[in-house]
Structures are given as structure tokens and as C-alpha cells.
């Protein structure tokens, strides 16, 4: 297994600019997420995934848009990149079976994002 | 308002002797915790985690404690070894939200 894979592993963008952050997972998991960490500080949640066809918002949600249409894949589009926007992006897949008490995330290696 | 804090930034200890990790939360509704450990430029991994029905958990030189009644959960590492020099995420979930809130780290320095 792959695991979780993310694309790219940098990326500088423009202000104002647009692009996808590429997240896969091989796992089957039903569950996926997006964090943004800026340094000095924790992994903050953007978007994440109870499974194929819903999404919802976490704590830091304005600028971002996601979409599952999978269960493999969780891509993470910026709009209209911002220079706030500069930090490094770990999408973490789980597998959550009701009833068990299971919410281990399993991390990618990180894209980091320079937005100019 | 931030509900999980690791109040220490950075901890320093001696090979072989024990490291404290300390997390506290503010979500009475947190069921489980986990302990993630990170790399420089690498993803976090999962260590060890504890459900709240428990009070502490072991997997080798890793047990985690749990005091529900204070919010406060410990990583303890015994013995600290230099491998061990890393960011420690204390994180904490409410059971299939699908979904962790994460603790700002504590980075690790265990010297030889």
C-alpha cells in the first residue's frame, strides 16, 4: 500500500492565482481530512470527509473548497491564493468503524505552499 | 478559544532518562486522544493513543495517562532515546466525528 499521497510537494503560487492540492489514499478509509500548519503552531482543520459525496468545514474553511467524489481521493482547491495562505498542507485519511473507538489519522508527507 | 493546549513549547532531556509530554483540553465531549509524532518535512505518525474509558495506555516505552476529572492527559517516554527528538502533537476526537483537534506540539531534544 501507498498510503496517503500527496501532489505536489511544493508549489509557489501568485496572489490571486489558483490551483488543487492532490490527496489519495489506498487504505479504504472512509475517512479523510485537510490541516494547514503554520509554523509554530498545531494542525489547524480546513475541510474534512465522513465519506464519499460529503464534506464539511473545519476551523479554518475561507479560501478552500473540497470535494469526494471517491472514497480514493480528497482534492483540496485554493480559489484565489493569498499570501495567508502560505504553509505547509498534510491531508490524513482514518478508518472509523461505529462502535470502535478507531480515529487514528494517517498522515501524507505534506505540500508546501509559498503564495508571492 | 483553543481546546487543546500543549502549554510547553520545547523540552530538553538526557538520553535514558524519562520525558513528560503534558496536553490539556477544554471539550468535555473529547472520548479519545492520540499522540502524534513528527519529523522534520514528513507527515505526522500516529504513537499511541487512549480511549476515555481508561486511564492509561502502554506500548513499550510510550504510556500515555489520562485524568478526565482535571482535562489533562501525559505522554511519558522511558527511556528518552536521541531517536525520539521530534514535534509531539497531543490530538483529541469525539468517537466517528470524523475528525481530530490538535494541540500546537511540543518539540522533543533528547541528547546524548
Known amino acids: 500500500n501507498a498510503g496517503v499521497t500527496q501532489t505536489p510537494k511544493f508549489q509557489v503560487l501568485k496572489t490571486g492565482q489558483s490551483m488543487t492540492l492532490q490527496c489519495a489514499q489506498d487504505m479504504n478509509h472512509e475517512y479523510m481530512s485537510w490541516y494547514r500548519q503554520d509554523p509554530g503552531m498545531g494542525l489547524r482543520l480546513i475541510h474534512y470527509s465522513v465519506g464519499a459525496g460529503i464534506t464539511d468545514q473545519g476551523e479554518v474553511p475561507n479560501g478552500y473548497n473540497v470535494s469526494r467524489s471517491t472514497t480514493e481521493d480528497f482534492p483540496l482547491r485554493l480559489l484565489s491564493a493569498a499570501p495567508s495562505q502560505t504553509s505547509v498542507y498534510f491531508c490524513?485519511?482514518?478508518?472509523?468503524?461505529?462502535?470502535?473507538?478507531?480515529?487514528?489519522?494517517?498522515f501524507g508527507p505534506g505540500t508546501r505552499l509559498t503564495v508571492l | 478559544d483553543q481546546q487543546v493546549k500543549q502549554n510547553s513549547p520545547s523540552l530538553s532531556v538526557q538520553e535514558g532518562r524519562i520525558s513528560i509530554l503534558n496536553c490539556d483540553y477544554t471539550?468535555?465531549?473529547?472520548?479519545?486522544f492520540l499522540w502524534y509524532k513528527k519529523y522534520p518535512a514528513e507527515g505526522p505518525t500516529f504513537l499511541i493513543s487512549?480511549?476515555?474509558?481508561?486511564d492509561k495506555n502502554e506500548d513499550g516505552r510510550f504510556t500515555v495517562f489520562l485524568n478526565k476529572s482535571a482535562k489533562h492527559l501525559s505522554l511519558h517516554i522511558v527511556p528518552s532515546q536521541p531517536g525520539d527528538s521530534a514535534v509531539y502533537f497531543c490530538a483529541a476526537s469525539v468517537t466517528n466525528a470524523g475528525k481530530s483537534t490538535f494541540g500546537d506540539g511540543t518539540t522533543l531534544t533528547v541528547k546524548p
Open positions: 490524513a485519511s482514518s478508518y472509523s468503524r461505529r462502535g470502535s473507538l478507531t480515529d487514528t489519522q494517517y
Open positions: 487512549i480511549s476515555s474509558i481508561k
Open positions: 471539550n468535555s465531549m473529547f472520548d479519545y
